[in-house]
């Protein structure tokens, strides 16, 4: 068990036993290759997933419950920092099975506190996009209750909710006029509903410059997108 206590006598040994060169080299500010949107669950840590040793100033993230960018401001805010003013030319949107915030969409949400319900809200959008999706490749009405107890549906739900978030910030770069940036969506897979061993990344929306391994479970149709669904349902995103 980590407690705060741990985190501090920690820092101590760090101070110890690093060079003051880890710190002078980005006194003047940072440049981080690449932004990164995932969950704030606590099994979703971008640098053990990938194997990549943690680096001061390579990795801007950017983490809340559900790795939502439409509709929560602050996300909003520091994904557009990172891409206009620090010039971050890639983004990886990183879902992943079992997700509590896309699980709590589809539930009684609105019974809890305020503040935690109005963050689950921002999910509504997905929430109809994953209804209207899944019950096509069903062929039938799957209803929101199943949904909600189907370890495949929500996974479904997880994977549409990173075309979403991409398609957002996408949609973000065009107003803004910014072009260069490579839009990733990804999904860890902890429960090995993609078929390989716990712990897979798999590649789900863009090039992602040819890495990882694109494997969706969402059809949305021949030749579509969530782009389609969308303009198909009406649905607009919240924040543009």
Do not use: W
């Amino acid at each position: 068990m980590i407690t705060v206590k741990d985190v501090f006598e920690g820092n101590r040994r760090h101070v110890e036993g690093c060079t003051e060169e880890l710190y002078t080299a980005h006194l003047n500010g940072q440049a981080p290759t690449m932004c990164v949107v995932y969950c704030s669950d606590s099994r979703e840590n971008i640098h053990i997933i990938s194997d990549i040793e943690p680096k001061m100033g390579e990795i801007f993230t950017v983490e809340n419950a559900g790795n939502v960018v439409d509709g929560s401001v602050s996300a909003i805010g520091a994904v557009m920092y990172c891409l206009t003013h620090l010039k971050t030319g890639e983004l990886l949107v990183l879902g992943h099975t079992g997700c509590g915030a896309v699980t709590a969409v589809f539930g009684d949400y609105k019974s809890d506190r305020q503040v935690i319900s109005e963050h689950i809200r921002v999910l509504e959008n997905v929430k109809r996009i994953a209804l209207h999706v899944v019950s096509r490749m069903e062929d039938c009405d799957v209803p929101m209750d199943e949904i909600a107890r189907s370890d495949k549906y929500l996974s479904l739900a997880s994977e549409i909710n990173v075309d979403y978030q991409c398609e957002f910030v996408k949609s973000m770069l065009e107003r803004e006029g910014i072009e260069g940036v490579n839009v990733v969506g990804a999904m860890h897979d902890l429960h090995r509903v993609y078929g390989g061993r716990n712990g897979g990344l798999y590649l789900t929306f863009g090039p992602g410059n040819d890495a990882g391994v694109k494997k969706k479970l969402v059809d949305y149709g021949s030749g579509r997108n969530v782009r389609d669904v969308m303009d198909e349902l009406g649905v607009s995103f919240y924040k543009l």
